[in-house]
């Protein structure tokens, strides 16, 4: 019989915190991880690159499909992206690829050409997977689902400071104005929007530290599987 491999999804708007609360949920349980927003803007640039327009759903979904992607974990831990063999993980934090990838996500051919992409991340002993539809169309099934909310002010500020700590130029109103725009596109799009799952818990993390928001999820864990802490 084929080993089970344990969902946990963690959906939310940009600079909610979902990608460091999973980074850190799956290094603590030992499971694998997946940054779906890293496959969207990996495309973007792909796309921006070889000139494919962003409208050009069918294209996108064609260089969905034969993406050379690859995630990996540099010496010390930290996750890179390699796109053709290059190492493309600065470029994908830009607001430009932000935004570029915010809109090849609109279209339906490109969600459905990185489902099976996405599912296959799904590995023994289990998986940490955080984006905007994790819980709702990507693992549907998944046993604990959490949905990080976080006022938009404070998410820009977050997202601020992390621009800054990689060394990436960032402004705090511009960045506020591009996240809100993002929000909105994420939110009213006709497939896949953000939107929790009826059975996902929702956490407001705006005033909360990551530790807070790491206990409350390792306690949703611990009531599918009891985990030695
Ligand atoms: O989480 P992020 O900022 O890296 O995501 C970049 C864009 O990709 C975001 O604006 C929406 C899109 N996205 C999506 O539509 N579905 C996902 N599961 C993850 C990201």
Redesign the pocket.
């Known amino acids: 019989m084929a080993e089970p491999c344990l969902v946990i999804t963690v959906?939310g708007p940009?600079?909610s915190g979902?990608?460091t609360l999973a980074r850190l949920l799956a290094r603590r349980l030992g499971f694998h991880w997946l940054?779906?927003?890293?496959?969207?803007?990996v495309l973007?640039l792909a796309a921006l690159r070889r000139g494919v327009p962003l409208d050009d759903e069918q294209a996108l979904a064609e260089l969905a499909r034969s993406l050379d992607v690859r995630f990996e974990a540099t010496d010390k831990g930290e996750p890179r992206v390699l796109l053709d063999g290059e190492d493309v993980s600065r470029e994908?934090r830009g607001e430009a690829?932000?935004?570029a990838?915010?809109r090849?996500?609109?279209l339906p051919a490109v969600?459905a050409a990185l489902l099976d992409r996405?599912r296959a991340f799904c590995k023994p002993p289990g998986l940490v997977a955080?984006?905007?539809?994790?819980g709702t169309v990507?693992f549907p099934d998944a046993p604990v689902k959490i949905f990080l909310e976080a006022d938009l002010e404070e998410r820009a500020r977050r997202r601020h400071k992390q621009l800054k700590d990689q060394g990436i130029d960032a402004n705090l109103p511009d960045l506020l104005d591009e996240l809100a725009k993002?929000d909105e596109?994420?939110r009213n799009?006709p497939v896949?929007p953000?939107r929790p799952a009826p059975d996902a818990t929702i956490l407001d993390s705006t005033r909360m530290s990551i530790d807070e928001v790491l206990e409350r999820a390792l306690e949703l864990v611990s009531r599918v599987q009891p985990q030695p802490r």
């Open positions: 959906d940009g600079g979902k990608g940054d779906s927003g890293s496959l969207y803007r973007a994908l690829c932000g935004d990838a915010s090849v996500a609109a969600r996405q955080d984006g905007r539809d994790m990507v993002r596109r994420d799009r896949a953000l």
